[in-house]
């Protein structure tokens, strides 16, 4: 299965569907591990193939790079790279678009998943001037990898390809009215008065990546402004204000160089320690997997079973978190019911349902261990999220696994069991109903298998479904399912945990059975729900959110429109520290988040790391 790490609506509503899902496209066949390659991952060509960009590069020349002055990571790209394109939707690594990714192209403010908190970058400060402006200082230091300086005329131009044309941040501007230069060295963002929303608006100053105008306009007149030219681009040497430029790329790897001129010197301190970054394509999970074990990978972001067995014997081998579950939680995968099927359409039915699924299981099992115990929610069980909602006020509506709890709930309603141990409830058997994610999605379909192994102890028939992914896509979108598996909004943001709250319970502009839905797949519908969720954006004062969020989380509890199934961590952060030492883990003080050294403030990491 292919984790999402961030899911953010700034992604087209048109497409959200399958982005706010943590599987995506079907992965490498040799990939055999529980995890599929991530979002930004280029599908792999075929032995004989050679992208388009390869052809620019030296593919004679290795370009080897000194170990000592080199880190390798992998987990982020499973085939050739075509282009470093960053709108053409599928850019070579380090080239991405969600994942706050920062060696080339920066954005303004890096998010910390620690706390929740955006921290200074190519932006010094932000702040509401008023309720509909948000004001951006930009840091007079910045200036792109070519020597121009970074402006206030960048960061327009940057938003403004988004209202321009169908890519990636175009539905910011569902939010945004317009975005005006204020002098050089700052920007107003102002907002749609006829749809403001404060969350997004500030999401966006974390993950749009600035473009250079000096550099784009001349490709946008070169493409005569048409968005599948722009899209064919290559840019093979990226013009950004990141600490990193491109070095080397073939069918094998891809390589980056430090900067010396890196503006962010003044920042930070120091120059980013190492002087290259490599990305070994590697064919699937266990050559990875290998690789950095024997120490010629430092950072790994792919799934690796049983990590624990990775450091017996002493290897310097670390994950984030000393114990288990090793890695912080980015997102729930969770089933979601239909409301309009018989019997599914009952809450406490659902809720017994939610009472006897083996949790511990679906984590031992389908993640390895990777995920902490259930605490039902709208919020993940961490730091930057729990927060937002009264812990002690949810509890008594939180349930655990409990199969003689979930028994007497069904006895209580009055759901007999037949001859053949399956319950019937007002006329309706309790089943064969279907729970469906992808095929080959592997840890979703052991996730599932264990689903309906815990209902047929409660006397509810669930049979597992494992169709190909465009057909899962659609039956998702359309309502044509009984229960169904995907992931509600995962990944850090200013938005959150209310994206993922809108992604599962907002019912306004959700259509009927039948027609496409990008968001609350199952049809839940909960006014009172939907006012939450409109007036959540517009507020400022903590109290009143934390009110408002646990109030939401209230309905969830008692209606159960969706049940998470595990935490999954955002990303797969696994350091070997035979050549490079430091890398950050909790406790030590830093406050650098395991965004693999890349992402946000994540990047910190390449700081503190040394030989």
């Known amino acids: 299965m292919k984790f999402q790490k961030v899911v953010h609506p700034i ?11 943590g599987c995506e496209s079907t992965p490498p066949p040799s990939v055999t591990q529980s995890s599929q390659p991530p979002k930004d991952s280029a599908q792999p060509a075929t032995a004989s193939a050679t992208p388009a960009a390869t052809q620019e590069a030296k593919t004679t ?23 470093f394109n960053l709108i053409s939707g599928n850019p070579g690594f380090p080239i991405n678009y969600g994942d706050s990714r920062e060696l080339i192209y920066e954005t303004l403010f890096m998010i910390n998943q620690l706390d929740g908190k955006m921290e200074p970058l190519l932006g010094t400060k932000y702040s509401w001037t008023d309720d509909m402006t948000l004001r951006i200082e930009l840091n007079k230091d910045a200036k792109w990898s070519d ?8 960061v327009v131009y940057t938003y403004k390809l988004g209202q321009k044309y169908d890519i990636n941040w175009k539905s910011y501007w569902t939010y945004i009215q317009d975005v005006v230069a204020d002098g050089t060295n700052a920007v107003n963002i102002k907002l749609n008065p006829k749809n403001p929303n404060k969350l997004t608006v500030l999401e966006s100053i974390e993950i749009i990546p600035m473009l250079p105008k000096h550099i784009w306009e001349e490709l946008e007149k ?25 070095y080397f790329y073939n069918d094998q790897k891809i390589v980056v160089q430090r900067d010396d001129n890196y503006w962010g010197k003044a920042l930070f301190g120091k120059l980013p320690a190492p002087k290259y970054i490599a990305h070994i394509i590697y064919k699937d999970n266990a050559a990875g997997d290998l690789a950095f074990k024997n120490g010629q990978v430092d950072m790994s972001q792919q799934f690796t079973p049983q990590v624990w067995n990775m450091w017996k014997g002493g290897a310097p081998i670390k994950t984030f978190l000393k114990d288990a579950p090793y890695y912080l939680p980015g997102s729930m995968p969770s089933i979601f019911f239909n409301m309009s099927k018989k019997g599914l359409d009952n809450a406490d039915v659902r809720r017994a349902i939610a009472m006897s699924i083996d949790y511990k299981k679906v984590s031992d099992l389908a993640m390895s261990g990777y995920s902490a115990a259930m605490q039902p929610s709208l919020t993940l069980n961490s730091d930057s999220e729990s927060k937002y909602v009264d812990q002690a006020a949810i509890k008594p509506l939180q349930w655990t696994t409990d199969v003689k709890a979930a028994n007497d709930l069904l006895d209580k309603i009055g759901a007999k069991k037949g001859a053949d141990g399956i319950r019937v409830l007002n006329g309706t058997r309790l089943g064969p109903f279907e729970v469906e994610c992808p ?5 979703w379909n052991a996730s599932l298998e264990i689903v309906a192994q815990s209902a047929k102890a409660i006397g509810i028939e669930i049979r597992t479904k494992f169709p190909e992914a465009p057909v899962w896509t659609n039956d998702l979108q359309t309502g044509k399912f009984d229960i169904i598996m995907n992931t509600p909004a995962g990944g850090v943001s200013p938005s959150q945990p ?8 907002y019912s306004n502009g959700v259509p009927g059975i039948g027609e496409m839905a990008f ?22 004062d903590e109290a009143q959110l934390k009110q408002l969020y646990t109030d939401l989380t209230k309905m969830w509890l008692t209606d159960i429109p969706s049940i998470p199934l595990m935490y999954r961590p955002w990303k797969f952060y696994t350091v070997n520290e035979t050549v490079w030492k430091g890398f950050p883990v909790q406790g030590d003080g830093s406050n650098t988040p395991p965004q693999i050294a890349i992402d946000g403030a994540g990047v910190k990491a390449l700081y503190q790391i040394h030989n």
């Open 147 to 154: 020597g121009k300086p970074f402006t206030a005329d960048d």
């Open 498 to 505: 209310w994206n993922r709250a809108r992604t599962i319970m």
């Open 519 to 540: 968001w609350n797949w199952g049809r839940y519908k909960n006014e009172k729900a939907d006012a939450i969720i409109d007036k959540i954006p517009t507020i400022s």
């Open 61 to 83: 020349d290795a370009k080897e790079t000194p170990r000592n002055e080199t880190m390798y990571i992998n987990g982020l790209q499973w085939g050739a790279p075509t282009n």
């Open 439 to 443: 095929y080959g999605w592997s840890d």
């Open 222 to 246: 070169k493409s005569n402004n048409d968005l599948a030219t722009l899209r064919k681009e290559i840019n093979p040497d990226p013009v950004g204000t990141g600490p990193y430029k491109m």
């Open 11 to 21: 992604l087209t509503l048109a497409a959200a569907a399958v982005f706010f899902a």
